[in-house]
């Protein structure tokens, strides 16, 4: 079983930067893709950056292209979300998701922007 815990979420100023990070208990097999997603109240969840493992391919939503950056510690099974020029648009809680063939969720951190 693999377990994710993000943490770094909070309350922030528009204009502002937070960084978020998952870690994973254990990887039980191969690793193709680290990923976050986002969740607004009344909206779907939306991918909002993924880390492709073999070929270190990156992908980015339109709204965030830019601002927010992914990147993993191999070595510490961890991803992360640097995000900056927050704007109040990105208020929503923010999964990690691991694909293993099987896909984990970890139980989300809330990020709210607003003055």
């Known amino acids: 079983q693999v377990q994710l815990m993000e943490s770094g979420g909070g309350l922030v100023q528009p204009g502002g930067s937070l960084k978020l990070s998952c870690v994973a208990s254990?990887?039980?097999?191969?690793?193709?893709?680290m990923s976050w997603y986002r969740q607004a109240p009344g909206k779907e969840r939306e991918l909002v950056a993924s880390?492709?493992?073999?070929?270190?391919?990156?992908i980015y939503a339109d709204s965030v292209k830019g601002r927010f950056t992914i990147s993993t510690n191999n070595a510490k099974n961890a991803v992360y979300l640097q995000m900056n020029s927050l704007k109040p648009e990105d208020t929503a809680v923010y999964y990690c998701?691991?694909?293993?063939?099987?896909?984990?969720w970890g139980q989300g951190t809330q990020v709210t922007v607003s003055s």
């Open positions: 998701n691991a694909d293993l063939g099987l896909i984990y």
């Open positions: 254990r990887f039980t097999s191969r690793v193709y893709a």
């Open positions: 880390f492709t493992i073999q070929g270190a391919y990156t």
